[in-house]
């Protein structure tokens, strides 16, 4: 039998991975449409800390595909035949499957107009190691001020790197706060206090809304009419999943590729990653969740389902934390908020600040910054949707702990 797995990324490395591990020694053909081996974007940040010298990139080894007994392939799927089982590659090559797994995770999506000539680059990003690279050799050139437009988790990831390489950085986010989708006002004020600290210069309220530029992008104008000028212009306006080449395929597409509780996508054809749309446990809304430990588990029921199994996938939960700050920062669950909460919980303390948000009496989502205390068993009682109404007084008292998960226990 041969499997073949268009993606090279954490989901598509999992599923060849867990299929080795469950004994399966047919075919396993894996594509990348980029020129390295499989890599983890996790680590993109020390990678351009080092210069593109760290090979920790490389979480599993530059030598993966010879370890796992896979082979893989550099080349880009342009279309997929679902009932000829086959898929085509740029170049005109085609290739047939017995099973076919799609995990061709997400690009960056830039919603800025862009008016310059040139040839070169216009926006950069962050999103693979190829657009790393391509930074990498504008940094070698003497690039000396970025402007970053977005300051989520990965706009935010991106200028306090850029910083700390020497550059000077300003970023434009059109709401009132950094990292809107994970923390409220309150506690992105300690943060936004670091960033400044550090030197970076914040643009909140600004929607970006042009880049400008002769032979080179040169400038960003914002909606306010504020121009804003650099050398580089880095785009961290959030992922939009790879499915174009499937357009004609048959497969089921929305934003991303839509999938059953069994993670399949049409006869033999699975998918998992950032390019699927999944439960949220919390909301129950379907939507491509892009986070690293939402792709290992999808890959993994994938792959047990491949071989046979009928494993359901339980749902995504939403989970980021961030430690470059200088200060720990966990916030987990609804991307939704204040919007939809009934009720918050708030307290501020000498390590740090903890916040709940809750809905029906469970967990909506929670932050935390400063300190990491009590965020096993939160992570346990949201996962689980547990009522929060038990441990609530526990909580206020900052007595969350272990034994009291016990406690509860079934
Ligand atoms: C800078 C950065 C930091 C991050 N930090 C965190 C973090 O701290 N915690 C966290 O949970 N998540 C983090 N993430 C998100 C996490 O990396 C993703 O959720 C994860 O990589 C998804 O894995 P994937 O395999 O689905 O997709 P990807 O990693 O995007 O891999 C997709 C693969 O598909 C290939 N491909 C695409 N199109 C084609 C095609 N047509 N033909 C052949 N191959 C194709 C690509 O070349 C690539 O090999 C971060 C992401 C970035 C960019």
Redesign the pocket.
Known sequence: MRILI???????VTVAETLREMGFEGDILM????PYP?Y???V??EYLKSRGKDRTVFWKGEDFAEKAGVNLLF????AVDIREKKVYARGGEEFSYDKLVI????RMWIPVRCQCQGEGEKFYN???LSAVDRLLQELDKGAERAVVIGAG??GM?IALTLKKAGLEVAVVEMMNRILPRMVDEKIARPLQEEVMRRGIELKLNSRAVLLRGRERAEELILESGEVLKGDLFIAATGVKP?VD?LKDSGIPLGRGVRVNEYMEAGPDVYAG???AEVRDTVTGNIYPH????E?VSQAKVIAANLLGERIAYPGALNM?SLHHFGLPLISEGAMEGEEVADEELYLEGKDGIKRILLKDGKILRFELVGEKRGAGILHWITRRRLPFEPFRDAFLRGRLNVALQLRFLP
């Open positions: 268009a993606g090279a990324g954490p989901a598509g594509f990348t449409a980029e499989p983890s974007p996790p993109l940040a080349r880009e799927i342009i995990a061709t995770g997400a962050f999103k693979s988790f990965i990831e790879n080449f990653g950032d390019v892009a986070i690293y430990p792709a980021n």
